[in-house]
Structures are given as structure tokens and as C-alpha cells.
Nanobody
Framework: QVQLVESGGGLVQAGGSLRLSCAAS????????MGWYRQAPGKQRELVAS???????NYVASVKGRFTISRDNAENTVYLQMNILKPEDTAVYFC?????????WGQGTQVTVSS
């Protein structure tokens, strides 16, 4: 019932920036938590950042001070601004939405950071 469409991934050199977007459509709860996960080759998927409907955020320690998660006023789009990118940020980034009853995932967008 909810679809998440991600965009903004790409190839960037170390020190550069990218902005990921995730647009949600369908029946979207106003109380949902949205977030970004990432999975690098050979590694476990990890939570990068999340944001509640009231804009409470959390981040994995490795991206604090470099990444910023935000959502628009309608709370149907979530963004991840990624600055000072490092090669270790290379991964497939997945958007998700949790409304307390259901969990929805995007299909992922590739972020590659070259040295």
C-alpha cells in the first residue's frame, strides 16, 4: 500500500557530497518513522539515520557531523544529505518507513565514493 522511491545515488570522489531522496506514496501515517539503511558488499546492513514524525533524529556514530536526515512538511519525503563522503560510505542505501504496524522498504540506491 506504501511505495518508497529512492533517488540521488551516484559516484563521487572522497570529500564530496550527495543528497539522497525518498518519496513515499500511498496511505502514509502521520506518526511514521523514516530512515536510511546501508549495506556494503560483504557487510551487514546497518541503520545510518532515522527521523520521527516530530523530527527526532539519530545517527550511526560514523556519520555524525557529516550526514543530516530530514523530512518535508508533508512527512512523505525523507532526505539524507551526505557531506565529506569517505570511501567507507560506499554502499547500497535503502529508505524505510515504519508506521508501527507495517515496515516498508525502497529498492535501494547505489552510493560509490572513490579515493
Amino acid at each position: 500500500q506504501v511505495q518508497l522511491v529512492e533517488s540521488g545515488g551516484g559516484l563521487v570522489q572522497a570529500g564530496g557530497s550527495l543528497r539522497l531522496s525518498c518519496a513515499a506514496s500511498g496511505s502514509i501515517s502521520r506518526f511514521s518513522v523514516m530512515g536510511w539503511y546501508r549495506q556494503a558488499p560483504g557487510k551487514q546492513r546497518e541503520l545510518v539515520a532515522s527521523i520521527t514524525s516530530r523530527a527526532i533524529t539519530n545517527y550511526v556514530a560514523s556519520v555524525k557531523g557529516r550526514f543530516t536526515i530530514s523530512r518535508d512538511n508533508a512527512e512523505n519525503t525523507v532526505y539524507l544529505q551526505m557531506n565529506i563522503l569517505k570511501p567507507e560510505d560506499t554502499a547500497v542505501y535503502f529508505c524505510n518507513l515504519n508506521d508501527g504496524r507495517n515496515l516498508y522498504w525502497g529498492q535501494g540506491t547505489q552510493v560509490t565514493v572513490s579515493s
